[in-house]
């Protein structure tokens, strides 16, 4: 749950026999070396960094603009779609993880406790093989588990105006 499997790149290209599990941690220290190495730091403000995660998003996002529905396992795309698709989700993955960095969020805690967060949200004994959003399981929904006693939710009314919404929203 704290890594991510990466293709390393051999002096002849793409060597899949390099492959190798990459921590976020790692991944972290990698982008703040690369960063420091080129004097780039200066440029990496949690704002720029945010701007450019979302352009980075807008590039994966044009890969699935026109495709329609996309199976699982991409069936019908050739290596060169792929490799391109692997190449801006590592973009968005490696401004996420500098942008973290930049806030002093330790991402992977984060999305441990998020995963946890969710579980409680959406209970798998009510929930499973729906899409519904949360607040159709509960009416109250005192899941955040901030420790100032805030909670980013705290019913349904703040969400309610947009009833129409709720499918599609599992986990988030």
Known sequence: ??????????RG???????ATVGLEELRRRM?????ERDWEQFHS?????????????????????????PKGLPGWDEAEKVHLGEELA???????????????????AALRKLEINARKYPASQCKGSSKKHTYYSSRCNVS?????????????EHD????????NNGV
């Open 145 to 157: 588990g901030n420790s100032n006693g805030t909670n980013h939710l705290t019913s349904n009314e």
């Open 1 to 10: 749950m704290n890594g991510v499997e990466v293709v390393g790149e051999g």
């Open 13 to 19: 290209g793409r060597d899949a026999e390099a492959a």
């Open 46 to 70: 949690p704002r720029n960094l945010l701007l450019a995660l979302v352009g980075e998003v807008g590039e994966l996002s044009e890969i699935f603009q026109w495709k329609g529905e996309v």
């Open 91 to 109: 973009d968005v993955l490696l401004y996420l993880v500098r942008l973290s960095d930049m806030c002093g969020v330790d991402l992977g805690s």
């Open 32 to 36: 703040a070396d690369f960063a420091r």
């Open 161 to 168: 105006n947009n009833t129409s919404s709720n499918n599609d």
